[in-house]
C-alpha cells in the first residue's frame, strides 16, 4: 500500500507567512479549496473562497476596494465574511448569493486557517512555534509547493536518517543515518516524539560555518511532530563533550542549556491538492542573530538542502502516482528509521477516521 493522499479538512492549516498577506488579492489552495486571502483596513486577515459565485470569476484577479472585493467579471461585491453586498444593474441581493469564509488565526508569523467545519475550528488548539517572534532568535525562511502528496513529506521529514545521503555536504554526516533514533507517541497530544543524539559525530558544514565550531561536535536531534502540520526539529549542538545539563528542555534554547548552540527548524506540512503539498520552511537560531553573513549562509544552504528533498519527492510521486494508476500491489518495506514516519501516519489514519465517524 502507497502512503494515504487524503487530507483531513478538519485541521488548522498554516495558509501563509503573515507577511506575505497585506492589502493585494492573494491567492493560495489550500486542501483542495482556492481560497483568496487579504488584509481588511484593520489589519485583519479575511480568507474567502476564490471563486465568484456568479459565473466562477477567481476573485484574487479582482479589486480590493476597503474591505470588500469587487469581482473582476461583472462587478459582484463581496464583505470580508463573503456575503455579496452589490450586484451589477439591480437591487435585490439574490439570497445565496455569497462565497465561504474561513476562520483565520495570526500566530508565530503565519497565517492558520481552518477549512472543515467552522464549529470545530478551536484556536487554543494550534501548535506553537514560538521562537519565530521571540527576541533573542533570528529566522531564514521560504517556501516550496512540491508536486507530492503530504505524507510523503511527512516521512520524509521523520526520518533524518536521508540527511546522510541526500544532503551529505550540507547537514548530513555519517553519524546522523549510524545513530539510532527512540521514538514516542504522545496520544493525548497528539504528538510524535523521535530523538537522536549523536556524541562524537562531525560537524556538517551548516553547522560549522554558522557556529564557527571548528573539532568534533555533541549533536541533539529531537523531533516534535503535530500531525497533520507543525514540525518542529529541536536542533543542539556544540563542541564534543559539552552536554546538556540536568534540566534540560529542547526547544528552550539558552534558558536550559547555556553552552550550546540551538536551531529550531520548522515546517508547516499543508496540503494544496491530493498530490502537492506546501513545504513552509524555516531555521531560527540563537546564536549570531545580528550576523549577517550567517543569515545569508544559512539562507542558501538550507533553501539547497530543501530543493534536494523537492527532487527527491517530486520523483517518488511519480513513481507511486504511475504505480498506483496502474492498479499496483508494490508493499512499502519499513524498518527501524521508519518508527516516526509510520507513528505520524497512525495518527493522520485516526484524524481521518475521526472525521469520517463525525461526517
Ligand atoms: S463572475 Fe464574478 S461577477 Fe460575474
Ligand atoms: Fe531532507
Redesign the pocket.
Known sequence: MSPTTAIVRNQWYVAAYSQEIGRDLFARTICNEPLVFYRTEDGAVAALSDR??????PLSESRLVGDRVV??????TYDRTGACVAVPAQTRIPRSARVASYPVVEQDSFVWVWIGDRESADPAAIPRAPWLVQQGWTTIRGLETIRARHALLMDNLMDLSHETYLHGGYIGTPEVAETPITTEVDQAAGVVRVSRHMDDAECPPFYANSTGITGRITRWQDIEFQPPCLYRLHSRVAPQGNYPPEGYLPGHGADTDPGAFHTEIVYALTPETEHSVHDFWMVARDFAIDDQDVTDYLHKSNHTVVMQDVVALNLVEEVIAAEERAGGTYQELSINIDTGALAARRLIAELTRTEATRA
Open positions: 465568484c459565485i456568479h459565473r466562477r470569476y469581482c473582476g467579471y461583472h462587478g459582484f
